[in-house]
């Protein structure tokens, strides 16, 4: 068994590693390669594990994204300016614009529908 770094695994607010081991026979179905994975949300530690394409690289931009949209939550809790954030970050402020807009639009509650107890005959 070997032990690798994952570059798709959470880096700011956590931490994983691949799992490698090798093939038992030419019928061994059981993949290689998996993923171990902790992060950190509001203060408590999540585990978990996953098998996933190591050479995805779209999964690990979406995790990047997903990063930068935390770090700008709490920067924008902390009162710092749009601009400023963009600074910090080192992006463009049009992505930290777009990364405000996305978090108030996911923090915004779900509209349900109205649930009817009437009885319809």
Known sequence: M??????GA???FGGGFNVHRRKMSEFDMIPTCYQHWYRVVDRQIEFGWEI???DDKASIKQLEIHERRMRVEQLLA???EQKEIATVLKVDPATVSRDVSKIKADSKPK???????DDFE
Not at 2 to 7: A, K, Q, S
Not at 111 to 117: G, L, M, R
Request: charged share 40%; net charge negative.
């Open 2 to 7: 070997e032990l690798t770094y994952d570059p």
């Open 78 to 80: 902390d009162g710092m």
């Open 52 to 54: 996933r394409d190591q």
């Open 111 to 117: 509209p349900t529908a109205d649930v009817f107890d």
């Open 10 to 12: 959470p880096r700011e």
